[in-house]
């Protein structure tokens, strides 16, 4: 069983940055970024392999967007520059025991609580 703990959100205006952090308790191989805004279903942002070789974006936050491995690899970040109100969302950590990047909320396995990234124009 791998537990996933999000922090890092908060309230930032439009051009702000934020970085998200994601500390998983075991080992599971990719991890990723999934966010959900209101009234919306929930959508893949980033991924990346357990070596960190390897990252996925979802194509509206490329060149913003950074996701990475601490120096312990149970921990990813999310380093959001740029930010505008359409990425006003909460955003969930999510990982799988698989070793292949996807997209698809439905490969991962685990998931945080979610944290909350509000911006405003």
């Known amino acids: 069983q791998v537990q996933l703990a999000e922090s890092g959100g908060g309230l930032v205006q439009a051009g702000g940055s934020l970085r998200l952090s994601c500390a998983a308790s075991?080992?599971?191989?990719?991890m990723g970024w999934f966010r959900q805004a209101p009234g919306k279903e929930r959508e893949f942002v980033a991924a990346?392999?357990?070596?960190?070789?390897?990252?996925f974006y979802l194509d509206a936050v490329k060149g913003r967007f950074t996701i990475s491995r601490g120096n312990t690899q149970n921990t990813i970040y999310l380093q959001m520059n740029s930010l505008k109100p359409e990425d006003t969302a909460v955003y969930y950590c999510?990982?799988?025991?698989?070793?292949?990047?996807?997209?698809?909320?439905?490969?991962?396995?685990?998931w945080g609580q979610g944290t909350q990234v509000s911006v405003s124009s």
């Open positions: 999510a990982a799988r025991l698989g070793g292949q990047i996807s997209a698809d909320q439905g490969r991962y396995d685990y």
């Open positions: 075991g080992r599971a191989f990719t």
């Open positions: 990346i392999t357990w070596s960190g070789g390897s990252t």
